[in-house]
């Protein structure tokens, strides 16, 4: 991605993007979609602004496959579309939030070859929305070891961290250090090329906000598990909420965590998700709850600052919410996963 000529077009682009909002699902939708099978699904989404991609790939795909393939396809279109009408800051501030999918990408690979997945499950899970091309991403999916998805990697930002947490990969086990690596060097880059005035103060606040919700996520699920575990090789920095150091006391102590962020700044956005914490047997409705006071924030954000880059990030998750949404109920349905079940899937607001 390289940065689009002339001023910045806020005016432009949120107005483009308050048309985009509103075709997106409504919470009454996913209610709908929960009874249908995916056949029936991918009819609903057909009626709808996803009719293209499902048009399109209905004659190679069906089932779930088609409603994976004609969601990725469709959540790639409209962030580049964002990129096609944004100019100069602004393309470059959406350009690199858009890096997001960079990360999951190369940590979706990595899972998959963890796993042992086949080919075709991990490429359902990529989002093609981001800096690295189809070529690229498909020798990543061909690589036959995490040495060499590194390796293919090398022109990147996510090379030289992915090799230094590499050894303790190898000593652990397990992907945690991986995963972590590419996180980190993701909020890094995006803090650290920011330069932050009257027009990008709003910006910040999200950014820092979407570290602390997810510094917050890990805190509570080390305190939740017991598991011996350093807490600082979850901890992302950037965020307001923690330091490594807090992270680390609080980590062990369960009633302490919840209500230093019960009392935070964040204590009112996020209430109702720490109660839900403390009800569930799992961290499931509390992530989920998370996730909604996320975008809840955001759209704040929106709200208050309408001609900054605050509304065109908070319609990135809203339609990241409408495809997870989306696609959690195919699988569940495919899965033979109760309404109820499913139902503790999805981001609700």
Request: charged share 35%; net charge negative; hydrophobic share 40%.
């Amino acid at each position: 991605m390289s940065a689009s000529p002339g001023g910045s077009n806020p005016e432009y682009v949120t107005t483009r993007v308050r048309s985009r909002r509103a075709s997106l699902f409504s919470d009454d939708d996913y209610r709908k979609l929960v009874r249908m099978g995916p056949a029936e699904i991918a009819r609903f989404m057909e009626e709808s602004e996803y009719e293209r991609e499902i048009n399109a790939l209905g004659a190679r795909h069906s089932g779930v496959d088609l409603i994976e393939y004609a969601l990725n396809r469709n959540l790639a279109k409209h962030f580049n579309d964002l990129l096609d009408w944004a100019n100069g800051r602004l393309y470059d501030l959406i350009a690199r939030y858009l890096r997001k999918f960079d990360a999951w990408n190369v940590k979706t690979v990595l899972r998959g070859i963890y796993s042992d997945a086949e080919r075709e499950d991990v490429e359902n899970d990529l989002i093609r929305a981001g800096e690295l091309d189809d070529r690229l991403l498909d020798r990543l999916l061909d690589a036959g070891s995490i040495e060499e998805v590194i390796d293919l990697l090398d022109r990147t930002m996510f090379a030289d961290p992915l090799r230094e947490a590499i050894e303790e990969y190898e000593d652990t086990g397990v992907l945690v250090p991986l995963e972590n690596a590419v996180d980190r060097v993701f909020y890094e880059q995006l803090l650290a090329e920011l330069v932050v005035d009257e027009a990008t103060e709003t910006y910040r606040e999200f950014l820092e906000a979407e570290i602390d919700f997810r510094n917050a996520r890990n805190a509570l699920r080390l305190a939740r598990s017991g598991a011996d575990v350093d807490p600082s090789e979850y901890y992302i920095d950037g965020g307001r909420l923690f330091s490594a150091g807090e992270l680390n006391a609080l980590a062990s102590n369960l009633d302490e965590l919840v209500v230093a962020i019960r009392e935070s700044t964040y204590g009112d956005d996020l209430d109702s998700a720490l109660d839900e914490f403390e009800e569930a047997d799992s961290l499931i409705s509390f992530e989920r709850a998370l996730d909604a006071a996320l975008l809840e924030y955001s759209e704040r954000l929106g709200f208050v600052h309408p001609l900054s880059v605050a509304p065109i990030i908070s319609y990135i998750l809203a339609k990241e919410r409408e495809v997870d949404n989306i696609r959690a109920i195919a699988r569940g349905r495919e899965a033979g996963l109760s309404e109820s079940e499913i139902e503790e899937e999805l981001v609700i607001l």
